[in-house]
């Protein structure tokens, strides 16, 4: 059974500099990361989802964080 894990972090967009708080549960499977996100950009609340390779030197955590920051970063680009 795989335990569902969390993590809280502040983004700052790339091109605009506006700091969106995020909150997302992801969990291990094997040599992946599933996520679930929610942050708010005034009006709304938004959710994404998304599937990342586990990373050697770096937790679990930072992976989940680094792949969140991206897919924002297209996405508000």
């Given at each position: 059974?795989?335990?569902?894990?969390?993590?809280?972090?502040?983004?700052?967009m790339?091109?605009?500099?506006?700091?969106?708080k995020?909150?997302a549960?992801?969990?291990?499977?094997?040599?992946?990361?599933?996520?679930?996100?929610?942050?708010?950009?005034?009006?709304?609340?938004?959710?994404?989802?998304?599937?990342?390779?586990?990373?050697?030197?770096?937790?679990?955590?930072?992976?989940?964080v680094?792949?969140?920051?991206?897919?924002?970063?297209?996405?508000?680009?």
């Amino acid at each position: 059974m795989n335990k569902l894990m969390t993590v809280d972090f502040k983004h700052t967009m790339l091109f605009s500099g506006r700091v969106i708080k995020v909150c997302a549960d992801f969990d291990v499977s094997g040599k992946f990361l599933s996520w679930n996100a929610t942050f708010y950009v005034a009006p709304q609340f938004f959710e994404m989802t998304g599937c990342v390779q586990r990373t050697q030197g770096e937790t679990d955590s930072q992976t989940v964080v680094l792949s969140i920051g991206q897919a924002l970063n297209a996405r508000f680009a």
